[in-house]
């Protein structure tokens, strides 16, 4: 049984800021932060969860079917990640390419103590504790604390593709294109440093004042982090509602407001930019249909223009209502990994973009979410990421773009660049 308790929060943005940095003498944290972006099927504003009273690791073999048994006998609140190389435990497929991080193919915990705070009310929900407890915590973490940094090493990021490699590479993929093997291509390279020391903290504190995204998230499980800064929502459920938001197609942000809405109209337009996504959206429709009540699948926006603090983004959402045949974790088997960072078609692509890649995507283009007790779900998708394994002193970020037939190898380069700036200039 949960213990629920209602508090009212004066300042939401120093409150946060100080869930933040009381969590950090748990094992297991997530904390989840909206930035107050304006969206529709938002539920909270922001949400901490931290010490696991249960928990399931493993590797990909079987993995949706244990996350089933493990969501349908709890019964609870449960918050972790899918990596992207759960796709073999769907498909006749590998993940053989250089892994520097070593995390869990699949991590979930059910927390002992969770906060979920929307506007100024603060639900605190704690597993078999008792009332003074949670007063004790929350007069503790309303307790003025001090900023903290380490004391980090020069952090020497280099490229794991080089800008000729890319364009090899890059061109590859549009030959397979013209051959008809595939229409599009998500196609990613990993930015890296060794024998780093830095402050996750601090890191994210940093990276999510300049990106504000909607789906920002801190994770740590022991010596893991994830510091994420996620524009896009991989898949939402409320009640019967499927809810996917797949984000393809990037322009830059300008200072100068004349320059910065020229980009966003340009983007709007782009021939290029709106076949990626609609193949997308359409790849997307697909998937949904497969667990879907008969006729429920709805496009409701097709590349919908959003801004955020370093690009404008082309979004599309994409709605279905849930056949009861299906468990809530079929739902995420039958559309995993969200096509937004495979492409399509997702078999042939992954193959392919297994063989250009040269490093394991792992969390990177995954998804980070949490289960409700009744059977809800909101996971985002893993990208404007920092992933960090604090032992092995690794730290990593990837970015992509997507490769179609009319792409220009160049460009897509610069695309890729562009993302990577917001990360490499917080680990700077």
């Known amino acids: 049984m949960r213990t629920s308790i209602y508090k009212q929060i004066s300042n939401q943005k120093l409150f946060k800021k100080q869930l933040l940095f009381w969590s950090q003498q748990f094992r297991e944290v997530i904390f989840m932060d909206s930035n107050d972006y304006p969206q529709d099927y938002s539920s909270y504003d922001c949400i901490l969860a931290v010490d696991a009273f249960t928990s399931i690791k493993t590797d990909y073999h079987n993995a949706f079917e244990d996350l089933k048994q493990y969501q349908q006998i709890t019964k609870d609140w449960l918050f972790g990640y899918l990596s992207y190389d759960l796709k073999n435990d769907i498909e006749d497929l590998q993940s053989n390419n250089f892994d520097g991080l070593n995390f869990p193919d699949l991590f979930f915990f059910q927390p002992k103590k969770l906060f979920l705070l929307k506007g100024n009310e603060l639900e605190i929900q704690y597993l078999n504790m008792c009332d003074d407890e949670v007063e004790g915590d929350f007069e503790e973490i309303n307790t003025?604390?001090?900023?903290?940094?380490?004391?980090?090493?020069?952090?020497?990021?280099?490229?794991?593709?080089?800008?000729?490699?890319?364009?090899?590479?890059?061109?590859?993929?549009?030959?397979?294109?013209?051959?008809?093997?595939?229409?599009?291509?998500?196609?990613?390279?990993?930015?890296?440093?060794?024998?780093?020391?830095?402050?996750?903290?601090?890191?994210?504190?940093?990276?999510?004042?300049?990106?504000?995204?909607?789906?920002?998230?801190?994770?740590?499980?022991?010596?893991?982090?994830?510091?994420?800064?996620?524009?896009?929502?991989?898949?939402?459920?409320?009640?019967?509602?499927?809810?996917?938001?797949?984000?393809?197609?990037?322009?830059?942000?300008?200072?100068?407001?004349?320059?910065?809405?020229?980009?966003?109209?340009?983007?709007?337009?782009?021939?290029?930019?709106?076949?990626?996504?609609?193949?997308?959206?359409?790849?997307?429709?697909?998937?949904?249909?497969?667990?879907?009540q008969k006729g429920t699948v709805e496009v409701t926006e097709l590349c919908g223009?959003?801004?955020?603090?370093?690009?404008?983004?082309?979004?599309?959402?994409?709605?279905?209502?849930?056949?009861?045949?299906?468990?809530?974790?079929?739902?995420?088997?039958?559309?995993?990994?969200?096509?937004?960072?495979?492409?399509?078609?997702?078999?042939?692509?992954?193959?392919?973009?297994?063989?250009?890649?040269?490093?394991?995507?792992?969390?990177?283009?995954?998804?980070?979410?949490?289960?409700?007790?009744?059977?809800?779900?909101?996971?985002?998708?893993?990208i404007r990421s920092i992933l960090y394994n604090q032992e092995k002193q690794y730290v990593s970020f990837s970015v992509g773009s997507a490769i179609t037939a009319q792409s220009i190898t160049e460009k897509e380069y610069e695309e890729c660049l562009l993302k990577a700036k917001a990360m490499r200039d917080v680990l700077s």
């Open 144 to 292: 003025p604390y001090s900023d903290f940094s380490i004391q980090g090493l020069q952090i020497k990021i280099e490229q794991r593709i080089s800008r000729e490699s890319y364009l090899e590479k890059a061109a590859k993929i549009v030959e397979h294109i013209h051959q008809g093997d595939i229409y599009e291509a998500n196609f990613c390279m990993e930015f890296f440093a060794e024998n780093a020391i830095i402050d996750p903290i601090e890191k994210f504190i940093k990276l999510n004042e300049i990106s504000q995204p909607p789906f920002a998230v801190f994770f740590k499980n022991n010596k893991h982090f994830l510091l994420s800064a996620t524009p896009e929502r991989y898949l939402k459920k409320e009640g019967k509602l499927i809810i996917s938001q797949p984000i393809k197609g990037t322009s830059k942000r300008f200072s100068e407001p004349i320059e910065d809405e020229k980009s966003r109209m340009q983007l709007a337009i782009d021939p290029k930019e709106r076949a990626e996504n609609i193949m997308i959206t359409d790849l997307v429709r697909n998937d949904l249909s497969r667990t879907a």
């Open 305 to 382: 223009i959003y801004s955020f603090m370093q690009v404008h983004q082309m979004i599309s959402t994409v709605t279905s209502k849930l056949d009861s045949k299906y468990s809530v974790v079929d739902v995420l088997k039958t559309t995993f990994p969200m096509g937004s960072m495979t492409g399509a078609p997702k078999i042939s692509v992954m193959k392919i973009i297994e063989e250009q890649e040269e490093t394991k995507r792992g969390l990177y283009s995954g998804a980070v979410g949490y289960f409700t007790p009744n059977g809800d779900f909101d996971f985002n998708v893993v």
